[in-house]
Nanobody
Framework: QLQASGGGLVQAGGSLRLSCVASGRTISTYVMAWFRQAPGKEREFVAL????????SYEDSVKDRFTISRDNAQATVYLQMNSLKPEDTAVYYC???????????????WGQGTQVTVSS
């Protein structure tokens, strides 16, 4: 089970740090990812990190603003979001998978989502 938290309301240019904690299982052998879904839009890829934490990938619009990291000992994945923009407003979901993929359909386990709202 994945539990995402850390969302909230922030002004444009601000920062938030999302956390995703896995309970009942280790995440050390899983690729972990963040996706987001804005109202009326499809769920889209944001960032992923491989099982060891040495490889990451980002959607172009968040590159250089967001950083994904993980602490396998704490079974937690983070998404540090800086320089937030109104277009970053969405529900953010964490997900786990055995393989690297940017497609949400490829992920086996999902958190419940946390709302991020960026005001202009």
């Amino acid at each position: 089970q994945l539990q995402a938290s850390g969302g909230g309301l922030v002004q444009a240019g601000g920062s938030l740090r999302l956390s995703c904690v896995a309970s009942g299982r280790t995440i050390s052998t899983y690729v972990m990812a963040w996706f987001r879904q804005a109202p009326g839009k499809e769920r889209e890829f944001v960032a992923l990190i491989n099982d060891s934490g040495f490889a990451t990938s980002y959607e172009d619009s968040v590159k250089d603003r967001f950083t994904i990291s993980r602490d396998n000992a704490q079974a937690t994945v983070y998404l540090q979001m800086n320089s937030l923009k109104p277009e970053d407003t969405a529900v953010y979901y964490c997900a786990a998978n055995r393989r690297i993929s940017r497609a949400p359909q490829g992920y086996d386990y999902w958190g419940q989502g946390t709302q991020v709202t960026v005001s202009s």
